[in-house]
């Protein structure tokens, strides 16, 4: 069964996902630092680390939001860096950013479709999406376009949540996801659906060896799996 935010609807999953990130764009980087206690900075330094060593020059941020990633990004000193993202609301906040800290030079943030990605065959030098791929409507579609737009050789870098295994962090981090996030969430969001729809959402992703299997169906070869702070996330690379 599909998850989506809103269940009173027929809109399909990319409207409402529109939608909602439409809603919840100016306070969806205070909820992110808030309720993940900072550490999502970390994960984001950790995942673009891992593309140090191949030095990319053009950068595609695929579901790039306000643009955190894309900023992060910059740590690899790029040509440039593309952002796109199917929420005018998130791109509007990100270009605010980028146009304060002067760097509109070097990052782009424009409206795009993960699953119908508006660029040239062998356009870019690596790839990334931070918490994006659980909210494709079609994840093999999404995994494929990414695939065809990277260059031979190029890496892409995937920071998602996971679902942690080890016990007790496994039953202390479900309380907290499934009852405490929500609530703070959807109070300071004003939008009753968006924060249980990100418990829902992971609970649904295929995480672990099953999307090392999707980035393999789509055509990526050399993948990796890295769990970080006791499985709440990972990140995932893959080479075409």
Request: net charge positive.
């Amino acid at each position: 069964m599909e998850v989506v935010p809103y269940k009173n609807t027929t809109k399909g999953k990319k409207e409402q996902v529109a939608e909602m990130f439409n809603n919840i764009s100016r306070k969806y980087d205070f909820l992110n630092h808030f309720l993940s206690l900072g550490i999502d900075v970390y994960w984001r330094k950790k995942a673009i680390g891992m593309l140090s060593k191949s030095k990319p020059g053009r950068i595609l941020d695929i579901a790039t939001g306000t643009g955190d990633f894309a900023l992060m990004a910059l740590r690899l000193h790029p040509k440039e860096v593309i952002g796109i993202d199917i929420s005018d609301g998130m791109l509007e906040v990100g270009k605010e950013k980028i146009l304060k800290k002067g760097l509109e030079h070097v990052i782009r943030l424009e409206k795009g479709d993960s699953e119908n990605i508006h660029f040239e065959d062998n356009s870019f030098d690596a790839s990334i999406v931070a918490f994006g791929v659980r909210n494709f409507e079609n994840l093999e579609k999404g995994l494929k376009e990414i695939h065809r737009v990277l260059r031979p050789g190029a890496m892409f870098i995937v920071l998602e949540f996971s679902k942690p295994r080890i016990f007790p962090f496994k039953q202390i981090y479900a309380f907290y996801f499934k009852y405490i996030l929500p609530k703070i969430g959807n109070s300071i969001s004003k939008d009753t659906a968006a924060y249980s729809y990100l418990p829902e959402s992971v609970r649904a992703f295929p995480d672990g060896n099953e999307f090392i299997e999707k980035l393999k169906e789509a055509g990526f070869k050399n993948t990796t799996w890295k769990p970080l702070t006791f499985g709440i996330s990972s990140i995932y690379t893959g080479q075409k």
